[in-house]
Every structure is written in structure tokens, then in C-alpha cells.
């Protein structure tokens, strides 16, 4: 069945990096756009990134632009997300998640979703 | 961006009643609607797209309905395993935006 994996969260200082990992197995995983999601302690979801199936196109919520990019390597059915300039707001678990749906969507729903990894920004 | 309102942000019920959450868009996303049910330390887990199809293996007494800019996620019979947080999800453009929950309790 569909399996995702996230890892690389932890403890980490506002203005440092991080970069987190979903390996991805039960499917063709260079067919399938994949998302990144994330969700701050006691609150709700929110979607952050997006990369299409071939990793030419990707797209960000404002609020990580020019700080987070999202990359896949196909080879390894592995997304990525390298997240810069952390800062105490970007404090969640993060979920990497498959595009819903026809492959060749544009827009997608997430199914299924990984477990999550938990990234504290915290001096 | 398009904003989701869902409501109630809270709700109690009891087991067997009849429960409804409803989504509103801040503008027409057609039937680009999905609905995830979310437990406490869990991911969330799809039950609902494309507005009314319910994923496979989800329970029937889950139904969604609605078009446009107003929707519904309708329990028919509330059990103790729906308490959960439920959110909705617009997939017409990006950024893609989720309602903020309702949270499901059991009276």
C-alpha cells in the first residue's frame, strides 16, 4: 500500500536551516505531483508547497516564498523540503502528502498523507 | 487567496444523532471541495472529494454535498469513532486553503 516517511525535524534556531525528507514507496511516485502541509501546535492545516510529477513546476504559499523550496529526486522516490531563515512561526509538524486524484491534475486533494515530523524554531 | 469558513468550530451531539458541517468559499471553486477527518496525534485522513465522492473504505454514513461557494459534510449516524476535528479543502487554485475545523465531541 501507499507508505510516506517523513524525517529531519527537530529543535532548531530561528534563522538556521533544516532539511526535511519523505520517502515515498507503494506507488509510482514519478507520476504523482506531492505537497507539503503543515500544522502549528493546537491549530489548524495549512498547505505550504507543491511539486509536479517531474519537478518542473512548483508552487509555495506566500508566506515560505524565497525562504523554503521544495525538490524530489525521482531515483529515489524521495520529496524534499529545505526550509532557510527558519523563524519561531514556521514551528510545526510538517506532513508531505500525494496529489489526490488523476495524475495530470493541476489541483489536487491529498491522499494519503504521511505521519508528520515536528519542527521547533526556538532559541 | 480563497478563504474557507467552516461551521461550527465546535460540536456535541450524541451517539446515533444526525450532524452537519458546513464549508463556505469566498468565491465559486465549483465542486474543488475535499473533506479529511482528523484524530488527535494522527494525520489526517481523506473522506471526501470532489464535493460529494466518498473516498473508498470511508463509512457510508459520511456523505458531502454543495457546489459553488456553500457545502456540507453530513454524518447520518454519529458513532464514538467519528470524535475528530473535520476540515475542508478548496483545490480550485493555489494557494490551496483549508477551512479551520470543527471539532466533534460526543455529548
Known amino acids: 500500500q501507499v507508505q510516506l516517511v517523513e524525517s529531519g525535524g527537530g529543535v532548531v534556531q530561528p534563522g538556521r536551516s533544516l532539511r526535511l525528507s519523505c520517502a515515498a514507496s507503494?506507488?509510482?511516485?514519478?507520476?504523482?505531483?506531492m505537497h507539503w502541509v503543515r500544522q502549528a501546535p493546537g491549530k489548524g492545516l495549512e498547505w505550504v508547497a507543491v511539486?509536479?510529477?517531474?519537478?518542473?513546476?512548483?508552487y509555495y504559499t506566500d508566506s515560505v516564498k524565497g525562504r523554503f523550496t521544495i525538490s524530489r529526486d525521482n531515483s529515489k522516490n524521495t520529496l524534499f523540503l529545505q526550509m532557510n531563515s527558519l523563524r519561531a512561526e514556521d514551528t510545526a509538524v510538517y506532513y508531505c502528502?500525494?496529489?489526490?486524484?488523476?495524475?495530470?491534475?493541476?489541483?489536487?486533494?491529498?491522499?494519503?498523507w504521511g505521519q508528520g515530523t515536528l519542527v521547533t524554531v526556538s532559541s | 487567496d480563497i478563504q474557507m469558513t467552516q461551521s461550527p468550530s465546535t460540536l456535541s451531539a450524541s451517539v446515533g444523532d444526525r450532524v452537519t458541517i458546513t464549508c463556505r468559499a469566498s468565491?465559486?471553486?465549483?465542486?474543488?471541495l475535499a473533506w479529511y477527518q482528523q484524530k488527535p496525534g494522527k494525520a489526517p485522513k481523506l473522506l471526501i472529494y470532489?464535493?460529494?465522492n466518498l473516498e473508498s473504505g470511508v463509512p457510508s454514513r459520511f456523505s458531502g454535498s454543495g457546489s459553488g461557494t456553500e457545502f456540507t459534510l453530513t454524518i447520518s449516524s454519529l458513532q464514538p469513532d467519528d470524535i475528530a476535528t473535520y476540515y475542508c479543502?478548496?483545490?480550485?487554485?493555489?494557494?490551496?486553503?483549508f477551512g479551520g475545523g470543527t471539532k466533534v465531541e460526543i455529548k
Open positions: 479543502q478548496q483545490y480550485n487554485s493555489y494557494s490551496l486553503t
Open positions: 507503494g506507488f509510482s511516485f514519478s507520476s504523482y505531483g
Open positions: 511539486i509536479s510529477y517531474d519537478g518542473s513546476n512548483k
Open positions: 502528502a500525494k496529489a489526490g486524484g488523476e495524475p495530470a491534475a493541476k489541483y489536487n486533494w491529498f491522499d494519503p
Open positions: 468565491q465559486s471553486i465549483s465542486s474543488w
Open positions: 470532489k464535493a460529494s
